[in-house]
């Protein structure tokens, strides 16, 4: 009876897969084989291994590299360091917050903030360096995403810190550790699932990004996501823009498997 039950809950569970999850997919893969005219074609795979769909598929990489490295960067010491404070629950939530707030806002904020008026611009004449470009570059699309990833690298990032039993780190102390030494050899293995779990967050939205090329790199940053949104709604060329999309499927399995939590044996 109680296997029949736990069977009848899965119905809706496994209904809301294969409708949303599991048809999407199949379809984008179906689209893959047509070309522009409706014809079935492999041509959009080999078009994709050309010079300039490799090149924009290492761009790609290479930006959520950068986003996801500088989100890790910032986020393990923070979440560190919100473990030792006092009301350390009301210090996350203040940083999950921002978090809540449409990505579309809070683009367009930092299009005033990046602008040639904005307030990063006003600081640096006021401290005597001048007005710069500093909107449409790299520097500012990468800001901008790792100030919006963020939150989502430092959140399981500290529910491992704050799981961490702290007898550990007494008897690493005990036993004549430093703090390095303690933190590479206790600390950090033991927060290694919730590093994996922060850049797979991170890493799989930011191989996609495309609204904040265009609003915050003014398309000098050129993505897979760039180039999806561009077949789609652009040149109306639905077979490439789902093949672009089937080689981002395949890599973030690809990257969910390498990332994903290893069973530990028991000694």
């Not at 806002?105 to 307030?119: D, P």
């Not at 206790?186 to 939205?205: A, E, M, N, R, Y």
């Not at 789609?232 to 089937?246: C, E, H, P, R």
């Amino acid at each position: 009876m109680k296997s029949n039950s736990r069977n009848l809950y899965l119905i809706p569970y496994v209904i809301w897969i294969a409708l949303f999850v599991v048809t999407p997919i199949l379809l984008v893969v179906y689209y893959s084989f047509f070309d522009i005219e409706g014809q079935l074609t492999i041509a959009n795979y080999q078009k994709f291994f050309t010079p300039v769909y490799l090149k924009m598929t290492v761009s790609s990489f290479w930006y959520a590299f950068l986003i996801t490295f500088f989100s890790l960067f910032i986020a393990y010491p923070t979440a560190y360091l919100l473990t030792k404070t006092k009301h350390k629950q009301l210090w996350l939530l203040l940083i999950i917050l921002p978090s809540w707030i449409n990505l579309l806002l809070k683009a367009y904020a930092f299009i005033g903030i990046f602008g040639t008026y904005g307030a990063a611009n006003s600081f640096l004449e006021l401290i005597g360096f001048g007005s710069k470009q500093i909107l449409f570059t790299d520097f500012s699309f990468i800001f901008v995403s790792v100030y919006i990833f963020l939150p989502f690298m430092i959140l399981p990032i500290f529910n491992a810190l704050n799981e961490i039993n702290p007898s550990l780190i007494d008897a690493a102390n005990d036993l004549g550790a430093s703090s390095w030494t303690t933190f590479k050899r206790v600390i950090f293995p033991l927060t290694l699932d919730g590093v994996k779990s922060g850049c797979q967050i991170v890493f799989i939205p930011a191989l996609s990004l495309f609204m904040l090329t265009r609003l915050i790199a003014g398309n000098r940053v050129i993505t897979l996501g760039t180039a999806i949104e561009q077949h789609f709604l652009v040149t109306q060329d639905w077979g490439m823009g789902s093949t672009i999309a089937v080689f981002l499927i395949i890599a973030m399995v690809l990257i969910m498997v390498l990332t994903g939590k290893r069973k530990r044996g028991i000694l």
